[in-house]
Each structure stands twice: as structure tokens, then as C-alpha cells.
């Protein structure tokens, strides 16, 4: 019988270094009196930007928010320990779309104020005083309106106590207001130089792409390049010759992420032979089914084996797995949709490499980035930064669980499990965390333990 998992627990850190958390900065806005500083990094892994607000003395991360609109407005709450944040973009057609948001930096927590599902592009924010917020926005569209990308409205906000503010408050009608000049301005070398003069050393990163031990116990882990895909495909690709060793011996490299044709090459660990999903021909790809085929030695053909897509009238895109030691696949993957990825649209199965037979399948609503295996579990990281633990034998879920660094939620993207009770993790931010399953050693080992 299996036995239950422990938590999760971060032992060590490799790749840190100040600011990690938010990349490439395009804003940077400091609290003087409080020795703050708030940093939005340009949107990256996810079509994601993530909010820093980080302790100018120790340059230590107090809390972080994640947005999937560009960051514009930064402003600390005069007295209360809140930051707002303004972002949003133009649709390309019609609408700009946006979010005011709120954090808590002391509790990390994040309130989406506005209340119209579009919401508004947020250009400048100002606090006035205690309780009233000066906002400057885009028009909610461009319409017949050819001086909306260089003008907007200026609304003031007032609420008697903003830290009790309820989600989707703020009406149009809050947010009404006389028409100004609006102009679009770039703060990214003013956040490079704020950075810089606090950490001359500080650099951004894009994601891993994947981590992995070296037999001498060295850890290595490849990074997508500042070009690739922002969603991180992780499919076998050259990486750079050589790369670089920092100090704690982690090791990092980059690879280039190619597009992938309709014949797409499972990401399967420990394959025996070199799995594709094979789409039908052109015509017939409304009747017939992507077939899950292998690659002949020499390259050039491929043996179908089964149908990919184990349900009728489903089709499956793949991501990535492992084959077990008795030569089944187990792999996660989304059903395809043309509204998205719907609930219970991203699985894990465990299929026979003989017949395709599920023992069993495990589903969800995220997309999942990475899996790994150990003899008795499967090891997911999903896209919203959840780390399950799956039986592997059943696929009953054994453990839902997200990883902190010193209290800040981090995002995991790639992983491996390198022995039982233990797995190296690569973030979304360039970081790799050296975790265990069991209970916590090594100095400092529970001051860094992750919380569910």
C-alpha cells in the first residue's frame, strides 16, 4: 500500500537574486517613508506580468501579484499597507480593456475593483489623501474616436476605507470623469536605473524550460531564450554550447523553441522508442483521429500504434510524460476546443503502450507544464502554479499543494523527481528549488517550507 505524502518542502534555493520574481521591468515606483519599492515586470511565461513589492534595505520580496494585462500605474496607499495598480490594453480592434487591482502587500491578497467585465485601461494612478484615488484611464473604446490612444478620462475615487473595498465595486459611474490629455509614457530605463542602483548585480530571466541532475550532482537548467514563446513549449530544441555556472553551482543554458509541425514529438522521458502524435491527412482531419504513432530507427517512417484520443469525438493535444518501467505512457494533455480550455479540459492518463487501454485519467482545469515520475508517483506542475501528486498506480490525487520562497508564491514550470521523496523545480522566474517530500533538514530548512 502506498503511503500518504509528507508536504512539499523547500531545502534550497539555487539562481536567486534580487527583483527575480518580476523579470524585466517597465515600472518602478518607490515608497520613501516605508523603504518600499513596487516593481511590474513586462508580461512573459503565461502572457503573465507580475507586481513586486520588495523592502529597499534587504531587497526581500513581500509580496507579489500576477496580471494578464500590462502594468501602467503603480501608487502606495499614503497609511495603509496597500499598492494600487493599474493596467490594461487595447484589444487591436475595438476596446480597451483593463484592471484596477489592490494588494495587500502585508497579507499578499489582490482585489479586483472594477466592476464591468471589460473593465478599463488604467493609465495613472494617485492618492490624493486617505480615501481618495486619483485614476486616469483610456476611453473603454476608440469608436469613431481618433484621439483615444492619446487621450483619456480622469476620474477621483473616494472610499472611507479602501483595505475593506469589495471586489467589483467601482461602477462607470465612479469612474466617470472630464476628458484630458493622456500620453502613453515608458518607464523602463527609470525602473532599469531604480534596480540597478539598489543591486548592481541584479539580472532578469525568463522561465525553465527544464532541470535536471548531472551523475557528479550538479544541477542544470535550460531557460527559454528572451525570443521564445511566451507560453514555453518545452520540446527538445539545440540549447547554447557552454552557459553559466553561478555561484551556487547551478548551471544555465538557453534554448530556442522551434515551432512544431503537424507531426508533433511527445515530450516522453525515458522513452523507449520516439513517440509522435500523427495528424490524419489533410481532408480528412474532421473524420479521422490523430494517431498516436512511433518513429522508425532510421527516422523516416512512422508505425501507428493507436488513437491518440482515447473518448470519441474528443481530440487530444499532448504535453509532456513519462514511460513507466513496464511500458505504459503516462502523459498530461488538453482536449481541444475552440472556446478554450473548458473545465475538465487538461488530463493526466496512464495508457498501455500496447493498446492504449486507460488505467485511469485524472482531470482538471489547467494546463499542466511538466511531469515527472518516481516508482510509486506522478509529479505534476501545473500553469497555475499547483504541484500535484498523483498515484501512479491509480491516479488517485495524493497531494494539491503550492510552493512559497520566504512566504512569496512561486510558479513551477518544469520539474524532476531525482529520488524518492525528492525533486528539483524550476520556476517561472528563473529560479530551480531544490524540494523534498519528507520532513525538513539542513540549516534554515524550515524557515523556506513551502505552505499549502
Not at 496607499?77 to 480592434?93: E, F, I, M, R
Not at 479586483?112 to 485601461?121: M, P
Not at 494533455?333 to 500496447?354: A, E, K, M, N
Request: hydrophobic fraction near 35%; include cysteine.
Amino acid at each position: 500500500m502506498t503511503s500518504p505524502l509528507h508536504p512539499v518542502r523547500v531545502l534550497r534555493v539555487l539562481g536567486d537574486r534580487p527583483f527575480a520574481e518580476v523579470g524585466r521591468p517597465v515600472l518602478a515606483v518607490p515608497d520613501e517613508r516605508r523603504g518600499l519599492l513596487a516593481v511590474a515586470g513586462e508580461r512573459a511565461f503565461a502572457r503573465t506580468a507580475t507586481v513586486g513589492v520588495y523592502g529597499t534595505g534587504d531587497l526581500g520580496c513581500r509580496a507579489v501579484l500576477r496580471t494578464r494585462f500590462p502594468v501602467h500605474a503603480l501608487a502606495f496607499h499614503p497609511t495603509a499597507p496597500l499598492l494600487a495598480v493599474g493596467t490594461g490594453a487595447y484589444d487591436g480592434g475595438y476596446f480597451f480593456e483593463g484592471e484596477l487591482l489592490l494588494l495587500d502587500w502585508e497579507t499578499g491578497t489582490t482585489t479586483s475593483l472594477i466592476e464591468h467585465d471589460f473593465g478599463r485601461r488604467v493609465l495613472g494612478l494617485t492618492w490624493l489623501d486617505d480615501q481618495a484615488l486619483r485614476v486616469l484611464m483610456s476611453p473603454p473604446d476608440d469608436w469613431k474616436d481618433r484621439k483615444a490612444h492619446v487621450e483619456g478620462h480622469v476620474a477621483v475615487v473616494r472610499r472611507p476605507d479602501w483595505r475593506t473595498a469589495a471586489p467589483r465595486s467601482l461602477t462607470f459611474d465612479d469612474l466617470a470623469g472630464p476628458r484630458v490629455p493622456a500620453p502613453r509614457t515608458d518607464g523602463h530605463e527609470e525602473a532599469h536605473r531604480a534596480l540597478s542602483a539598489l543591486s548592481p548585480d541584479w539580472e532578469p530571466r525568463r522561465h525553465v524550460l527544464a532541470v535536471e541532475e548531472r551523475p557528479d550532482g550538479a544541477v542544470l537548467a535550460t531557460l527559454a531564450r528572451e525570443e521564445d514563446d511566451e507560453e514555453g513549449d518545452q520540446d527538445d530544441a539545440p540549447e547554447q554550447p557552454g552557459g553559466t555556472t553561478l555561484p551556487d553551482g547551478l548551471l544555465l543554458r538557453h534554448r530556442t523553441v522551434p515551432y512544431l509541425d503537424v507531426h508533433d514529438r511527445l515530450r516522453i522521458r525515458r522513452g523507449s522508442r520516439d513517440y509522435v502524435n500523427q495528424a490524419p491527412p489533410p481532408g480528412r482531419r474532421e473524420t479521422e483521429p490523430y494517431v498516436l504513432s512511433v518513429r522508425s530507427p532510421d527516422g523516416a517512417d512512422l508505425q501507428p500504434l493507436f488513437p491518440f484520443s482515447w473518448e470519441p469525438g474528443e481530440t487530444h493535444f499532448p504535453g509532456p510524460g513519462v514511460e513507466t518501467a513496464d511500458g505504459d505512457l503516462v502523459y498530461a494533455g488538453t482536449v481541444y476546443s475552440g472556446h478554450g480550455l473548458q473545465p475538465g479540459g487538461s488530463f493526466v492518463v496512464r495508457r498501455s503502450g500496447t493498446d492504449g487501454t486507460p488505467r485511469w485519467v485524472f482531470r482538471t482545469d489547467h494546463v499542466a507544464l511538466d511531469l515527472d515520475t518516481d516508482p510509486d508517483t506522478a509529479h505534476v506542475a501545473y500553469r497555475n502554479g499547483e504541484l500535484l501528486a498523483l498515484d501512479l498506480r491509480t491516479g488517485a490525487l495524493r497531494r494539491r499543494h503550492r510552493l512559497t520562497v520566504a512566504g512569496v508564491p512561486v510558479v513551477p514550470t518544469a520539474l524532476t523527481a531525482t529520488g524518492a521523496g525528492r525533486l528539483l523545480v524550476g520556476t517561472a522566474d528563473g529560479r530551480v528549488l531544490e524540494c523534498t517530500t519528507g520532513w525538513p533538514s539542513g540549516p534554515g530548512a524550515a524557515d523556506r517550507e513551502g505552505t499549502v
